[in-house]
């Protein structure tokens, strides 16, 4: 696929997030691995409702910009987690209502913010590591992010948001999604007698994949 369609297929998806109010203000960025260890991220301060594929920010793997506007301040935990994930092609953080919500718990399981009770929660995403909060844009979160790369595809960041990873950038999109209605539901099912699913059917969803 050439760099200007990934731009376009980028700018396309973040809009349909915004429109869908996945995000609100200038609230949220996303980025995506090109080749030659370049990195497309959305610059700082843009709506995702209304960027333009020749305002995104081309970085190199040290930060550096080639092309585009100012990145995103959060551009530091994005190359981060590319650098300890070869696994992860694209990356989603949003501040969407539930997920953001659910961030502002005070006593979340550090481990895993959502037990599992639908089978598409286990098959995208699994389970919700939980980083400390620091400030937007603060090292600290890109320390921590690149810590736990690997423990997961996706990170609540405490009193802020979610941050998502996903093969491609269809793949991230389509995972927070389905963990931001995982959220939803959560909230609705509050003080209800949830069944969770158990071991076995867990184990029996990640053997055989999406
Ligand atoms: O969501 C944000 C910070 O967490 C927005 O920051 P940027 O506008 O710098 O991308």
Redesign the pocket.
């Known amino acids: 696929m050439s760099e200007q369609q990934q731009k376009i297929d980028l700018v396309n998806l973040a809009r349909s997030l915004f429109e869908r109010g996945y995000s609100v203000g200038?609230?949220?960025?996303i980025s995506l691995r090109l080749s030659g260890n370049r990195f497309l991220v959305?610059?700082?301060?843009?709506s995702l409702g209304r960027l333009k594929a020749e305002d995104l920010s081309v970085l190199d793997s040290d930060g550096n910009l080639l092309e585009g506007k100012k990145?995103?301040?959060?551009s530091v935990f994005h190359l981060a987690m590319y650098q300890r994930n070869p696994a992860c092609n694209a990356i989603v953080?949003l501040?969407s209502t539930y997920l953001t919500a659910l961030s502002c718990l005070d006593n979340l399981d550090p481990s895993n913010a959502i037990n599992a009770f639908t089978p598409y929660y286990v098959m995208r995403v699994g389970k919700l590591p939980v980083i400390p909060y620091y400030r937007?844009?603060s090292p600290e979160i890109a320390r921590e992010l690149s810590e736990r790369a690997l423990d997961g595809k996706a990170f609540l960041l405490a009193n802020?948001?979610v941050v998502v990873c996903g093969s491609d950038l269809f793949d991230a999109v389509d995972n927070t999604e389905e963990l931001e209605e995982t959220a939803k539901l959560m909230f609705l099912l509050k003080g209800q007698n949830v069944r969770y699913l158990t071991d076995d059917e867990v184990n029996d969803l990640k053997n055989r994949g999406k």
């Open positions: 200038g609230a949220g960025n959305t610059p700082t301060g843009s990145p995103s301040k959060e953080h501040h937007p844009g802020h948001g």
